[in-house]
């Protein structure tokens, strides 16, 4: 509740309110439900004279004593003098001096004499006087009596006293006699009853709200801007449009006066935009405010920039104050580094805060770890609060210990709040089943929230039934989500079509450098089509140690253009060995121009049994003529 300094009066003051007596007995030291702030906090520090020095505006200097010291020696001088100056003046029966004193002594803590004046001035008409009594009174816990002289002082015209009044309706549950004091107060320009005035109709949904916080905003109300911030956001974000650049500004206004949450949304906004230097101070400023969520926030900030060391100091504080967040991201920092034990006490820690992550995250620690029979208690335990990947990981793990009747309801329920994994893994169980309607709907629920495999398989069935427009779709979603299968097919889509080869390319070389070896081999024959041949080599080269024998072949048969039928010969045989049967009967050609008719002779038999049917028949074709040779 706010003191008044002024030297307004009350109009039939003791008529209005009626006669009184002074109480001293009662609840004193028992606080109300919202306590009021304390006069201290209210009332404005006591002025000093400028009087002095010249050209310093400072007192005269007290002999022997540090500048700090000499001043504080004035004031209280100057201050005591003050006092007897208005004791005597109230003794003589000025009521503005007893105001003003009782205020003083208010102030002070000195309640009973404040008491005493402040009575004596409202008496005798003083507004100011019986706001304050008003305060006092609160402070001792009488708080009717304290709501009679706030309403004595609010029907004279103090917005002070009908702020005051408004919140002690509020308190007692009587919202329309605490609105209609509130509105008193704010009309009058009240700052502090504009936004409690704002905060009473927020709390009923009233729309009205909005335009009591900008007018304590306006004056500089820092928890107003902040919730008139989140009420532009929140109405952007509701009609799906941008969120306005009014938001940020108030944001900014409540942060700059040492709002901690706007300074922790404000960071948030700023990240959102990629301006994170910006966005770390502001995080930095709130964590020093204890803003844990921004502690949290800026360890991020920290590691992405690459310092972990840094990122765990802000963790652990955060962590250390709940944060359930920041104590997840010090328990995977702990997992990236084999530190086990430490990880799970984090973990732990996290879930003791209230973060189901933590649960869910020891599942992972310990399934990581082997510890399969834990892993899946951990896991129940996160899925039965509601974490969808617990319920997910849970399927899984039951899917791998043979039990898919225990995993679908899970896959199901996780797939159903929301899990994408879930679904495509629903797909997968569904399709294993020969289900094949089923497990189409729900790669396509998978396919529809971005999951790069799923929309490969839709894509793949798409193809299948003809749908070339409709498959290429898919296929550019699981290429673009980073499927290198899915990035193989588009390509391969696309190369029907002479004019679209150039792209064509561009798919098999992503395909290829995610390390797809039938796209390696594709991006050789390119380059072998170009005459790059070092290129064309890189490739083939790439994809047969990563065991395709297609990329062994060709780069046997660039080799042997070459003229190096020895490394020819060693590529062929890589080949021919995996079961490539083109390989198989170009050693049995290159053994037979050597004078090697036996080993041409098995080479041919391999190809024979390899085929394909071509190459089956050429083989045996030059089987036969190696027999006859050798029988000659």
Known sequence: MDI????????????????????????????????APTATQLLPGPRTRTQGRPGTGLPPEVPGLPLEDELAAREEIELSAREARLRRSAETGDPAAASVLGTLLLRRGDLD?????????????????????????????????AAGWWRVAAVAGSASAAHA????????????????????????????????LADLLEHRRDVGAERWFLAAAEHGHREAAYRLARILENRAADEGRPREQSAETWYRQAAARGHRRAALRLGMLLEERGETDEAMRWY?????EGEARAACALGFLLRDAGDPDGAAVWWRRAAEDGDGNAANALGAQHAERGETDAAERWY??????????????????????????QAEQWYRRAAYAGHREAGNALAVLLLQQGDPAGAEPWFSKAAEAGSVDAAFN??????????????????????????????????????????THTAERHLRCAAGGGSAEGAFRLAALLGRQEDRQEEAEEWYEQAARHGHRRAQVRMGMYAARRGDFDD????YRTAAEAGSTNGAFNLGLLS?????????????????????????????????????LAEAQAWCARAVELGPAEVAERAARLRDALRQELSA
């Not at 930095?284 to 020093?288: G, K, M, S, V």
């Not at 732990?348 to 029979?373: E, H, K, P």
């Not at 629903?426 to 799923?454: N, Q």
């Open 284 to 288: 930095l400023n709130a964590a020093r």
């Open 165 to 196: 009044l408004g919140r002690h309706f509020r308190e007692k549950g009587d919202e329309p006699a605490a609105e209609y004091w509130l509105r008193q107060a704010a009309e009058s320009g009240h700052t502090l009853g504009a936004y409690a």
């Open 426 to 467: 629903l797909g997968i169980l569904h399709a294993s089943r020969k289900e094949e309607a089923e497990a189409r709907r729900w790669y396509e629920h998978a396919a529809a929230a971005g999951h790069a495999e799923a929309a490969l398989q839709v894509g793949i069935a798409l193809l299948r039934e003809g749908d």
């Open 4 to 35: 008044m300094g002024d030297g307004a009066r009350l109009l039939n003051a003791r008529r209005a309110h009626g006669p009184h007596t002074r109480r001293t007995g009662g609840p004193a030291g028992v606080p109300p439900a919202h306590p």
């Open 113 to 145: 004499d404040a008491e005493t004046h402040l009575r004596n001035a409202t008496a005798a008409g003083d507004r100011a006087a019986a706001n304050n009594l008003g305060v006092l009174l609160h402070q001792r816990g009488l708080t009717e009596e």
């Open 560 to 596: 042997a253009r070459r003229g190096d039928d020895a490394e020819a010969a060693v590529w062929w045989t890589r080949a021919a060995e995996a079961g490539h049967g083109r390989a198989a009967l170009r050693l049995a050609l290159l053994a037979a121009r050597g004078g090697e």
């Open 536 to 539: 064309a080599a890189h490739w």
């Open 348 to 373: 732990r820690r996290a879930l003791d805060a209230g973060d189901v992550n933590g649960a869910f995250n020891l599942g992972l620690l310990c399934s990581a770890g082997g510890r399969t029979a």
